[in-house]
């Protein structure tokens, strides 16, 4: 998942503006495999949600992430001493913590620079991150990863870093636009620290989007609720079902909804969708990797990959990277 989850933690609730939410709904439903953005998944009640969502004993991602973040984490850092810290959607930070405590442990943290779509959000977790580290220079940027976005000036070298597997999100192309925009802004001494979940048995992955317990297709329904509210949608919730399948060709989780009979729904000022029975919408995509697949994306975006970080379990990796020559 947004994995803010996964695209999951690295998500923050939705500020939800009417006129790109009906763009983006119209063109998401036109399309020959209807989709929906996943990131209007996160109003209130999905961002809720998804926090039980990580605490379910089958969503292994988050877990899986911090444990190897506590684990290599404190020793690359004391490596490389960067002297400022960039998080591309940086949400609520907390697992910014483990990196934050690592530069202070090796007396090089000295600026923050957390990159969110949310203001609100950004300012409300930088206040709380001033309160813990006073001497730490933080330097909230409103941005949006999946286009350019505008730095303040960084203290050298940075760390910049992208976690909760969220770059997973994405097909090749959009991922390869994202890290290539992050190379772009990358000095010799800069890294790229990337979390991305891995391939395994796909019964584990399936598991982690098909939880006993429902919760996580409740929180894909409710995308559909925050059309109705927002768009005053007329999506019957009875009318449609949760799907989570594992693509074992393209190495990636579908999460659909797919609809229960022929239907029709109006979205006013939108449009009218038909939609026939067993047909879906895709709601979001949880690309998985190895070792050589994250190679070659570094390498499309300008990017060596230097040090690859898993725990014993090799359920998640930390990738390192740092600017190609030709970038230079």
């Given at each position: ?60 991602l988050t877990r899986a992430e911090r444990a190897v973040l506590e684990g290599e ?11 400022s810290l960039v998080e591309l959607g940086a949400g609520s930070a907390n697992k ?233």
């Amino acid at each position: 998942m947004l994995e803010p989850t996964e695209a999951l933690d690295g998500y923050v609730p939705a500020q939800v503006d009417r006129e790109t939410l009906a763009r983006d709904v119209a063109r998401g439903l036109a399309m020959p495999q209807k989709e929906l953005d996943p990131k209007y998944f996160y109003d209130e009640k999905g961002s809720e949600l998804f926090e039980l969502i990580t605490e379910l004993p089958e969503y292994y991602l988050t877990r899986a992430e911090r444990a190897v973040l506590e684990g290599e984490i404190p020793a690359f850092v004391g490596g490389m001493r960067p002297r400022s810290l960039v998080e591309l959607g940086a949400g609520s930070a907390n697992k910014t913590r483990i990196i934050l405590d690592a530069m202070q442990a090796a007396g090089s943290a000295e600026q923050y620079v957390p990159v969110d779509v949310s203001r609100d959000f950004l300012e409300a977790s930088s206040g709380r991150l001033r309160e813990n580290y006073p001497a730490l220079d933080i330097v909230t940027t409103v941005g949006d990863f999946s286009s350019d976005i505008v730095l303040p000036a960084l203290v050298q070298p940075t760390l910049f870093v992208f976690l909760g597997s969220t770059i997973g999100n994405f097909e090749n192309g959009a991922a390869v636009g994202i890290l290539s925009r992050i190379a772009r802004q990358m000095r010799t001494d800069d890294r790229f620290l990337l979390g991305a979940d891995l391939r395994k048995d796909p019964a584990v992955i399936e598991a982690a989007y098909n939880d006993a317990a429902g919760v996580t297709a409740e929180f894909n329904m409710n995308l559909l609720r925050v059309l109705n509210r927002e768009l005053d949608a007329e999506f019957d919730l009875t009318a449609f079902s949760h799907r989570a399948i594992y693509d074992t060709d393209m190495h990636r989780i579908e999460m659909h909804l797919d609809s229960l009979r022929d239907q029709t729904v109006v979205i006013p000022d939108v449009g009218e969708y038909a939609f026939a029975r067993g047909e879906s919408i895709r709601t979001e995509l949880s690309c998985k990797y190895d070792r050589p697949g994250l190679e070659n994306l570094f390498a499309q975006a300008g990017l060596c990959l230097d040090v690859w970080m898993t725990g014993a379990d090799n359920l998640f990796a930390l990738a390192v990277g740092s600017v190609a020559r030709a970038l230079r």
